[in-house]
Nanobody, 116 residues
Framework: QVHVVESGGGLVQPGGSLRLSCAAS????????MGWYRQAPGKQRELVAT????????NYADSVKGRFTISRDNPKNTGYLQMNSLKPEDTAVYYC?????????RGQGTQVTVSS
C-alpha cells in the first residue's frame, strides 16, 4: 500500500508561484509513473502533467505548458509541481496520482487559489 500526501497549496496572486509536493510512503514510488491532476468546482478533472518513473519525458497540458514544471526525487519518495505565472483559471484542488489513474494511489489533494 502506498500512502500519498500532497502539500504546498495556498492563496497566491495572479502572476505568482507555488511549489506543490507529493510525498509517498513505501518503496514503490520509484517504480510508478506520476501525474498531477486538478479539479475545479463544476469542471471535469484535468490532467496537468505527467512524468515517467525514472523522471524523464515530462508531459504537460497545453493550458500549463511553459508555466509548470513537474519533477521527482525518487530517493526522497517525493514529487513536485512548480507552478509559475499563475492565473485565476489555475484555481483548483491539485492532487498527484502514482501509477495508472484507475488503480493508482493519490492523496486528498491540496487547494490552490489564484486571486487578487
Amino acid at each position: 500500500q502506498v500512502h500519498v500526501v500532497e502539500s504546498g497549496g495556498g492563496l497566491v496572486q495572479p502572476g505568482g508561484s507555488l511549489r506543490l509536493s507529493c510525498a509517498a510512503s513505501g518503496s514503490f514510488f520509484r517504480f510508478l509513473v506520476m501525474g498531477w491532476y486538478r479539479q475545479a468546482p463544476g469542471k471535469q478533472r484535468e490532467l496537468v502533467a505527467t512524468i515517467t518513473a525514472s523522471g524523464y519525458l515530462p508531459n504537460y497540458a497545453d493550458s500549463v505548458k511553459g508555466r509548470f514544471t513537474i519533477s521527482r526525487d525518487n530517493p526522497k519518495n517525493t514529487g513536485y509541481l512548480q507552478m509559475n505565472s499563475l492565473k485565476p483559471e489555475d484555481t483548483a484542488v491539485y492532487y498527484c496520482n502514482l501509477g495508472d489513474y484507475d488503480t493508482g494511489y493519490r492523496g486528498q489533494g491540496t487547494q490552490v487559489t489564484v486571486s487578487s
